[in-house]
């Protein structure tokens, strides 16, 4: 998290690397996000430079997923690491789309998890989809937690477009990415309990 990059120029997009000092994050925000929701956003954010190029609905996420699990470091996932992790994660992976988006999202989870654990008393987490059922209560809380004085704000900076996020997914399918999460996620009860909402 100490590296990252910083635009030089906005007017051309130049972008440059940039090194940030380590010990200037006191505080962590913890933006908790669906898996699933996360896959079918980040199909849709593909598909924005080409969208002729897959249908923006299930049979192009299947075939974009299709596509992603395809890849050498996604087929080594299923061949090899899945079993490490969980004995049933390799037969489950099988049967579902973007096995290997959900096991790195689950990953980054696990460790950003980890870095909590640092800042235990500094740490504060945001479940996205909170932002439409308590827009104030959330933005609140985190102006709170960051010791920022509130100004009224009538403008919604996040607002969920439509429900349909799951039209992407069949039942069958987010059932099983629902077990298959779950077999990844495996004894780390810390975890468990972030993602819960998503799990059940």
């Known amino acids: 998290c100490a590296t990252g990059t910083k635009y030089t120029s906005k007017k051309r997009g130049v972008v440059t690397p940039t090194f940030y000092n380590p010990g200037r994050a006191t505080k962590i925000i913890f933006l908790i996000r669906n898996p699933i929701e996360i896959v079918v956003a980040r199909f849709l954010n593909m598909q924005e430079g080409n969208p002729d190029r897959l249908m923006q609905n299930q049979r192009g996420l299947v075939q974009w997923c299709k596509e992603y699990d395809n890849q050498g470091g996604s087929r080594n996932l299923l061949g090899s690491w899945y079993e490490e992790l969980a004995p049933r994660a390799p037969r489950l992976a099988a049967v579902i789309s973007c096995h290997a988006e959900l096991y790195r ?37 985190v102006f709170e937690f960051l010791s920022i004085e ?51």
Not at 119 to 133: I, M, Q, T, W
């Open 105 to 141: 999202i689950i990953s980054f989870y696990k460790q950003a998890l980890r870095v909590t654990q640092y800042l235990v008393d500094d740490s504060h987490v945001v479940y996205f989809d909170d932002y439409d059922s308590d827009y104030d209560g959330v933005t609140s809380g």
């Open 150 to 200: 509130v100004k009224e704000n009538k403008k919604k900076f996040y607002e969920k477009m439509s429900r349909s996020d799951y039209a992407y997914y069949p039942k069958r399918q987010i059932e099983g990415a629902k077990k298959f999460m779950n077999a990844i996620i495996g004894d780390n009860e810390d975890l468990r309990n972030l993602l819960a909402r998503y799990l059940d």
